[in-house]
């Protein structure tokens, strides 16, 4: 098996920073995916951010412009920076991950971190 790791997430005024950070661990051939997911009370999960092991990456509309998912391929990590927080980016932040172990493409998610923007 393979966990993901997250850590990062906390208490930020609005217009504040947070970098969260995932890292996988196990027996990993490869990477195809990784990014966050976010789910706040009463709402559906939303993809966040993603980043493709070719560097291709992919935002939520509401945070375009504000959030930046990068990698550390040798770390087996993702991060993301978020910058200029809202109140509504508050959420449960779960990193995702596609990976390849042993001979399937597998879906892992991390354990979810609270990330809270007050006003």
């Known amino acids: 098996q393979v966990q993901l790791v997250e850590s990062g997430g906390g208490l930020v005024q609005a217009g504040g920073s947070l970098r969260l950070s995932c890292a996988a661990f196990?027996?990993?051939?490869?990477?195809?995916?990784m990014g966050w997911y976010r789910q706040a009370p009463g709402k559906q999960r939303e993809l966040v951010a993603a980043?493709?092991?070719?560097?291709?990456?992919n935002y939520a509309d509401s945070v375009k412009g504000r959030f930046t998912i990068s990698r550390d391929n040798a770390k087996n990590t993702v991060y993301l920076q978020m910058n200029s927080l809202k109140p509504e980016d508050t959420a449960v932040y779960y990193c995702?991950?596609?990976?390849?172990?042993?001979?399937?493409?597998?879906?892992?998610w991390g354990q979810g971190g609270q990330v809270t923007v007050s006003s």
């Open positions: 995702h991950a596609l990976i390849r172990v042993l001979s399937s493409d597998d879906r892992y």
């Open positions: 196990g027996s990993i051939f490869s990477i195809n995916a």
């Open positions: 980043i493709t092991s070719g560097g291709s990456t």
